[in-house]
């Protein structure tokens, strides 16, 4: 082989050789550059592959590239840029602190520092740091001198203005910003417009949050009129309306609504419903409210706004129910303690006009945490002490009493919270604090309409304290006064307390006759009557109860407790036997349909079965469940009917009253007796094999009591058949399974007569026998001693005749 051809061989190995190592270079990332394996080009090649990344998406790996490409950049604009891109696609992925982190690793200086501080601000305002990332706007602004970007980073920062409300700082900024727009329209005769609509738009807005509408409207109005089909002046134009219905040109404003032609027409619903909201129309403004609350095309700041209004709208209406549903709402949606702040006011104050008093206190200690400096301090103060007091929690209601006194010394009603905070002092025994607190609104405010309520507490003091005389003198004072007539009753009432106390009555009742017959028209009359009825009815003295019962109907005949004192009439007539005074009440009270209407049915039915009428007895009850088919009473009804017809010998229709009772889902203490009676009815219509069976399935299946009973009935059922044997051993059973000790006895005994008919005298007596064991003196009403004693008798005769 020619030197020439082995030449020419080795340079096509080379060749070969370098493919195969581009190639796997080409296929690994780790790898050197594709031209040189130069450290130099190691950085562009992580670089590109970065780039690579980044556009698909992958900005994980291409952080990792461009990590790599950072190792092998040396050149101060190449590592910045690096660096750049890496801030990029941290902030992609969502991590901000990394890329500011990874920010201030960068040359300082050079053309890409401004863009380096603006990427810092991305990250600031993703981190909501808003303050540092204007103060960085700061420093981008002073450091830029190109007009045309100083105008954007302007823009951004009087954007984050608004964003914390500074609108002062807000306006200035964009005032700077306008101002160079037109510089730049003089000089080049070209005109931004996206960045003159934005900056318009937005001092438009500042102007209306200042409520300088004049000028708002001027920039709205121009807006809406040039940029009619774009996003800018559909906005304006529902600003522009809404300035002109705060400023009364309602007619014009809603044209204006009408005619804007957008697909979201939720947005002028809002509008009109703060429309009516700021002229007081609550009613509509809630309407137009409530058409929109669930349109999720709204953004979340117009979804708040609707929220809250709806609430403030509802709780002027005074409905506070649903006032607190949309307060608690709006809590809900908003972040910020100070976005808060409207909602929990607004939630305590809708609880406290519910009377949920603990619910309101609940919300204003949350509130009092969270606003320790509120404007509204006094009034949460005021409504804490008040959600307290009318809960009872008189302690801490006495603590926010005494906040409030301390927090104004110039309070316009502080007699009325000197008298409240002394209440409480009363409920807490604290008599020497609470006379401090009544006795400076009689020294200090001598017209306050408080101070007849001071002193009957001083009276209600001097009872507590058992100074009888005192109260009485005092009450007397009050009495010459001229005195509402809730606080006139009142005195009056605790006069005869007094009176009591000294002795001027002997008891209680003869207090309660003498403020009646005294005051009839005091509207604690009628409450002091039915009190003495009620007395005699539990001692049982039902005529002196029939006696106060028809004193009361006479007295106070359009009172709301006429109808529980008929009621309560009718039954003491039928405890003393007046069945017919009885019925004509009831009839009387069965004509309605409220509690005692039912009553009314069931003394009816009860009364004519106790007197032997069942047929009226079973349409008494049968009305009621008729009329009242959720009654509590209708498996009573149904077990009544059904004895009803066992009394009139109708078993068939006794049993199926009895077996809607056990099949119901009630709880009815009868039950069980249920049960047994509709085996009862199966003996009466002479089904012995039925009844048999059926007290079968009650021995397998009933409770322990109801076991007993069927044994026995069992046994009876045998014994009547003449089978004794079979009947001795029931009731042998029947005396295990039975709980009561005279059940026991009388299945012993029912046993041992069995026992004695088969003629199995040391059977019987073992039943006798076990019966007395258990209790002689219950054993002695069925005569069990006699018995042993006759058999001994027997046992003895027998055994003479033997012999």
Known sequence: MSYVKIEVNMKRFIVLLFTFILLVIVNDGRAWSPIFPDIYNRGYFHSRR?????DRGNYRKAIEELNRAYAFCFDKRERNNVLRKKVISLIEVGNCEEAIETIEKRELGGESENEFLFLKTECLIRLNKTEQAIKVFDTIINQEHDYKNKIFFEIKEGLLFLSVDSLVKAEETFISVLKMLHRIEEK???????????TLYSLGYINLKNEDYENAEGYFEFLGGNFKDEEVGYKSSLYYGLILGIKGQEKKSFTILKTVDTEEKSEVSAMKGYLFYSNGSFKQAKEKFQSIENETRLNKRIQEMITILSAECCYVLKEYSDAVRYYRKYCEMVTTAKQKMPGLYGLAWSYFRLGQYSNAYAVLKDFLMLYPGSPYLQKIERLSALSLFYVGEHEQAKFHFTRLLNIDAALQDKDRIYYLRGKSEFYLREFEAAQSDFDKIIDMFPDSRWKPHAMNMISRISFEKEEYLNAYNTNKKL???????????????QTERCLLYLGYYKNPIEMSRAFVMKYPQSPKSADLQLEVAEYYFLL???WEAIREYE???????????????LYKLARSYSQIGYYGKALDICKELSVGNDEYAESALVSMGDIRFSTERYKESINAFKELTKRFPESNMKDYANFIIGKNYLELNLPQEARVSFELVVKSKRVFPFKEDAKLLIAKTLYLEGKGEEYLEYLNTMIKTGTLELRAESYFLKAEYKKETGRFKEAMDLYEQSSMAYEENADKIRALYEAGLSAEELMLFDEAMDFYKEALAISPLESAKFGIEERIKRIEVIKAKLLDEMD
């Open 540 to 542: 049982q003295k039902y």
């Open 551 to 565: 004193r009361f109907l006479n007295l106070f005949p359009e009172d709301k407790s006429n109808r529980f004192v």
């Open 479 to 493: 009495l010459a006064m001229e005195l509402s007539p809730t606080l006139l009753d009142e005195v009056r009432f």
């Open 188 to 198: 080049e005769n070209e005109i931004e417009m996206d960045k003159l609509k934005i």
């Open 50 to 54: 970065a780039e690579e990344f980044f």
